[in-house]
């Protein structure tokens, strides 16, 4: 309701106003880095959702997603941290491989009506084509910590539904 709406718009200002020298959204980019475009969509998406309907049930999509974006980040982490002798994050320097990947998943969330992700993934891509980020990798602007969180949070607490829709 009204109420919900005047916290969002009260938390979201605050996050601007400086704090010291520099404001709470600074700080939070210090320790995260940049949004993924994927992110800052996705969180647009949610945020937009639960004003409209504060009883909001996520969608088969958003779980769908939140598994795929945990399987990369399982994949992707520890190879960017050395932790094996292939390192995966380099792949997005240069998207020859990365970009048909993304296009693939791209078609096929267009097949589905998919249309969430259907939107993330092109719109990182033709932001990471115009360099709108201060990273040089694709895979900046498709994952980050914040979103991989935010997908184990929904993994861990949509567990059940979860393994029922797989199923």
């Not at 709406?5 to 940049?34: K, M, N, Q, W």
């Not at 475009?37 to 958003?62: A, H, M, N, P, Y």
């Not at 932790?83 to 020859?96: E, H, I, K, N, S």
């Amino acid at each position: 309701g009204p109420l919900h709406i005047a916290v969002f718009v009260i938390a979201f200002v605050a996050c601007l106003v400086p704090l010291l020298e520099y404001s709470i959204s600074h700080y939070a980019r210090v320790l995260t880095g940049d949004l993924a475009i994927t992110s800052l969509i996705w969180l647009g998406f949610i945020s937009i959702k639960t004003l409209v309907d504060r009883q909001r049930v996520r969608t088969d999509v958003e779980l769908i997603m939140s598994v795929i974006i945990l399987a990369a980040a399982l994949v992707l982490y520890p190879t960017a941290l050395g932790f094996t002798p292939v390192d995966l994050y380099r792949l997005g320097f240069q998207p020859v491989v990365l970009g048909p990947i993304v296009f693939m998943l791209f078609a096929v969330s267009v097949w589905f009506s998919s249309w969430l992700p259907a939107i993330m993934l092109p719109t990182g891509f033709i932001a990471f084509y115009f360099g709108c980020l201060e990273s040089d990798n694709l895979w900046d602007y498709l994952i980050d910590p914040v979103i991989t969180i935010y997908a184990i949070t929904l993994v861990v607490i949509e567990r059940r539904r979860l393994k029922q829709l797989l199923l």
